[in-house]
């Protein structure tokens, strides 16, 4: 088993985060940013499953874990904050019909 | 068969070569294309490129690599993990997106970024339009 073969995937995922990083300093709308800070959370779960395997030691996968998760959750709070204006919005439709914004 | 036992440990390595390869490949179509793509929709169906072949193929080269053990088992959650959170993010980043007025960019129209959130708007009350009746 040589570890070699992993500094491929390696680069090509840092790549990845750098122009992930580009379009999060370029992007003209918001909704552009947290798709890029997605992007770059999946990059970074990769990044450290990839490593582990590169220096040999696997153990670090179960934090890779719970950065998806972490990612997953982060995306959706700065999603409904951009969206209702606040966190604690419960996205409910009104008496009226009209349904708060 | 028994001579094929040698070389079991050579066609596993050139498999996950291979895997890695192309979920590199991949990885990097998906970001040039996250920079490269001219809306916010395109722009998400590049990085599910990202989300589902690349870090398919990496997840199954470094799966062949393991062997049966806890690690495979670890791998296997990341990546039932992308595939389960994965589409629920770009959707509601589409759907956030769309709400907030940010229109798709189509060819020879121009921006569709006033137009849209007024067909949303008529598709939102569903009362309104059992109260006026469908258009038959």
């Known amino acids: ?101 | 068969m028994n001579w094929l036992v040698p070389w079991l440990p050579l066609i596993r390595d050139i498999a996950s070569w291979l895997l890695l390869l192309s979920g590199s490949f991949f990885f990097l179509v998906g970001a040039v294309g996250m920079v490269r793509m001219p809306d916010v929709y395109t722009r998400m169906h590049a990085v599910s490129v990202t989300e589902t072949l690349g870090c398919g193929l990496l997840i199954a080269g470094m799966m062949l690599q393991a062997g049966f053990s806890q690690v495979t088992g670890k791998l296997f959650v990341i990546g039932a993990l992308f595939f389960l959170t994965a589409p629920v993010a770009t959707h509601a980043l589409a759907q956030a997106a769309l709400h907030m007025g940010v229109g798709p960019k189509l060819q020879d129209e121009g921006d569709l970024g006033e137009a849209m959130p007024v067909a949303f708007d008529n598709v939102e009350s569903r009362e309104q339009i059992e109260q006026q009746g469908r258009p038959s």
């Open chain 1, 1 to 101: 088993m040589s570890e070699a073969m992993y500094v491929i995937p390696a680069l090509a995922i840092l790549t990845a985060m750098f122009l992930a990083v580009v379009r999060a300093l370029m992007g003209p709308t918001v909704f552009d940013r947290v798709l890029a800070a997605n992007a770059i959370g999946t990059s970074a779960i990769m990044l450290l499953a990839v490593v582990g395997f590169l220096t040999g030691r696997p153990e670090w996968l179960d934090v890779g874990i719970t950065y998806g998760i972490l990612n997953l959750i982060g995306t959706f709070a700065v999603l409904k904050f951009f969206r209702h204006g606040n966190l604690a919005h419960s996205g409910e439709v009104r008496d009226d019909g009209e349904q708060d914004r």
